[in-house]
């Protein structure tokens, strides 16, 4: 088994680690950092395969936003609903956002696009996602390595434990995406409750549990 999935990820493993990072990839390329400390993988191939993807993959959708992004707007409205939000980043940020948007969860795809839609020079977002792409491929492809190496260093026969590791590895990615969605279902309710009280001291603004509670806007 383990010589078979050697033999597949030498044939089809970095092209997979492509594609994946060309659409979003935290998860792939932590998995891919893992396996090349066990030798299936060469990790500066895990690197440059993980740089390609995501700078060619940012680079599409920078220059797809400039080219359809007001179509793109009018036709999936999940796009429309995070729009203002990234304009927000992005007003806040400036052109940095092209920088920290692939570590930005829930807008890695949405802020490449939103930029092209905005008067950033191609050439200044191409240095940026450059920069990010290389820092993103090192950062999440060493964490995943180094999660091999501190394994090994605990368990002698670390092959025997090869599964183990990985249900270990995706779990806390897992974990990860989790603790995203969790943060973002306390800020909505959060905001709903807030709009809740607004809407409620618009209604009766002179009613005495308004006075002494006033709403916190």
Request: hydrophobic letters at 50%; aromatic letters at 18%.
């Amino acid at each position: 088994m383990q010589q078979f999935l050697r033999e597949y990820l030498q044939v089809h493993g970095y092209w997979v680690l492509f594609i994946g990072t060309f659409l979003e990839g935290e998860a792939i390329l932590i998995f891919a950092g893992f396996l090349a400390c066990q030798g299936y993988l060469s990790i500066y191939g895990v690197i440059l395969s993980a740089f390609a993807g995501s700078f060619l993959g940012d680079q599409f959708y920078f220059h797809l936003g400039r080219r359809k992004g007001a179509q793109l707007l009018r036709i999936f409205t999940s796009f429309a609903r995070k729009f203002r939000k990234a304009l927000r980043l992005i007003e806040r940020y400036g052109s940095f956002v092209a920088f920290v948007s692939r570590y930005t969860y829930g807008f890695r795809i949405l802020l490449p696009i939103i930029l092209g839609m905005t008067n950033l020079s191609s050439q200044r977002f191409l240095l940026l996602n450059m920069g990010s792409a290389l820092s993103w491929a090192i950062v999440f492809s060493l964490a995943g390595y180094l999660f091999g190496k501190g394994a090994s260093m605990v368990v002698d026969d670390l092959e025997s434990y090869e599964p183990y590791l990985l249900l270990i590895l995706g779990g806390f990615t897992a974990l990860l995406w989790l603790s995203h969605f969790v943060v973002h279902w306390w800020r909505r309710r959060h905001a709903r409750r807030r709009l809740k009280r607004l809407r409620a001291w618009r209604q009766n603004p002179h009613s005495p549990r308004h006075k002494r509670h006033p709403a916190k806007i």
